[in-house]
């Protein structure tokens, strides 16, 4: 298998992934905690740590974005008996979402 074929196999898998993100079929556990509470959690600790003039700004708008496409994840989730703490993770990442777009605008 030549180096092409195997980045194109990369890009598949990882095209596949992303697909599965969206369409939620990763669970609402998985889909809160591992793909938005580490991320927001990790961009704002090396935010603190790593200050520069525009470093909030880039912070915010990279928070927003990643949870605008985790919003699309989580209601995507099909859940039967946990429809409670979807609602909460949804309101908990669209609060986080309009703070920071309400911070951005101040």
Excluded: C
């Amino acid at each position: 298998m030549s180096i092409l074929q195997k980045i194109k196999s990369q890009q598949d898998k990882s095209k596949e992934a992303h697909k599965k993100f969206i369409q939620g079929e990763y669970g609402l556990t998985k889909t809160f905690w591992l793909y938005w509470f580490l991320p927001v959690a990790f961009i704002t600790i090396a935010d603190s740590i790593f200050p520069t003039s525009k470093n909030g700004l880039i912070t915010n708008l990279m928070i927003i974005f990643w949870s605008g496409i985790t919003l699309f994840a989580i209601h995507n989730v099909k859940v039967t008996d946990k429809k409670l703490w979807k609602n909460i993770s949804l309101g908990f990442v669209a609060f986080i979402t309009i703070t920071r777009i309400f911070i951005l605008i101040s």
